[in-house]
């Protein structure tokens, strides 16, 4: 049998709420599950709908906590398996009907609780390793810094009345990294990093015309900036220098002014690293669901065009889907991805 014939039934996935294995019941009532993972700073989402047509269905409370594993069961032709999504935290319940239906909406675990609670501090002399590590440690967390950000030096640095959540987020923002948490590991990744955190190479991702449905390619209005620059505080020459990245023809300039020159030009790369993305973007539904496909990971097309398949891509999001009569189904949102600058 061919992937692109396997069987909707060998779909399947595992759920654990509160340590139960939930999956015996609720497979067979099985409506829909939905699970959303985006590049940015928002959780992960992950919906449920399910049949209570006999009122049998054991009660799921707020609050709980949920561990999903997604994909193909051993028997299967596909050979992807199942893939574990992570932990997620049960914040809405609703029932409905006629027909009689429980809808679960979760949303990733570790990104809620003390790791949202405000606080200030500030650092001195240190790197943004340290406080990355600082932050995960603070939260109960483990922690991976991908090599290029670690060393990055931060003279001082203001935790003002943020949560570590947020702070984080500003930390990502600013370095142009994917902060996220998984199964209590928080991840500090350059965007469009070739390897995670750990340096293990993510491979390249390809896929074909020949394995997908509906597609859309689209350029976007967007300001047409093709680079970066960053003010820095010279204290020796007591003025403001400037440092650039990229070509520097019409360059994003950065508002704030940075304490030294390594912190300006760290800051203003990841500018224009950002600002060199989303040139163009690509929406597509897969014919076969694949749940190991995640945000930040390198893709190549075949298949469409040359302008299109001539585009270095990125996953901005993914959404995977199961239901009882569709199968496994995934669905990912693509940017392009311009030139890398990598940090020293």
């Known amino acids: 049998m061919s992937q692109s014939h396997a069987q909707p039934a060998l779909a399947g996935f595992t759920l654990e709420v509160d340590g139960i294995d939930y999956a015996k019941d609720i497979i ?72 009689d239906q429980l809808r679960i909406s979760a949303r990733s675990a570790d990104l809620t609780g003390a790791f949202r609670k405000r606080k200030d501090r500030s650092w001195t002399g240190t790197t943004l390793g340290a406080v990355i590590a600082d932050l995960a440690s603070d939260s109960g967390l483990s922690v991976q810094v991908h090599a290029d950000l670690a060393g990055i030096a931060l003279p001082s640095v203001e935790q003002a009345a943020k949560s570590n959540a947020a702070f984080m987020r500003d930390l990502g923002a600013r370095y142009d990294a994917a902060a996220t948490v998984k199964d209590g590991v928080l991840l500090f990744v350059p965007i469009g990093s070739s390897d995670n955190a750990s340096g293990e190479g993510f491979g390249q991702l390809t896929l074909t015309r020949r394995g997908g449905g509906r597609w859309t390619f689209t ?115 693509l940017v392009s991805v311009g030139y890398l600058i990598q940090h020293h």
């Open 219 to 333: 350029i976007p209005d967007r300001d047409d900036h093709d680079g970066a620059e960053a003010k820095w505080h010279d204290k020796d020459a007591a003025k403001k220098r400037t440092v650039s990245s990229g070509k520097g023809d019409n360059p994003k300039r950065i508002k704030r002014s940075f304490a030294s020159e390594a912190e300006a030009k760290a800051a203003s790369d990841a500018e224009a690293r950002k600002q060199s993305r989303g040139q163009y973007r690509f929406s597509h539904d897969l014919a076969l669901g694949d749940p190991a496909i995640e945000p930040n990971r390198r893709v190549t097309l075949q298949g469409w065009d040359s302008e299109i398949d001539g585009v270095n891509w990125l996953v901005d999001s993914a959404t995977h889907r199961l239901d009882a009569r569709q199968g496994l189904a995934t669905s990912v949102e």
């Open 28 to 99: 067979p009532r099985l409506i829909s599950l939905s699970l959303t993972e985006k590049l940015g700073d928002e959780a992960d989402r992950l919906e449920l709908t399910l049949s209570n047509h006999d009122g049998a269905m054991k009660p799921i409370k707020r609050g709980v906590y949920a561990s999903l594993s997604l994909g193909w069961m051993r028997g299967s032709s596909v050979s992807i398996g199942l893939v574990n999504k992570g932990r997620f935290l049960v914040d809405e319940v609703e029932k409905s009907g006629p027909p």
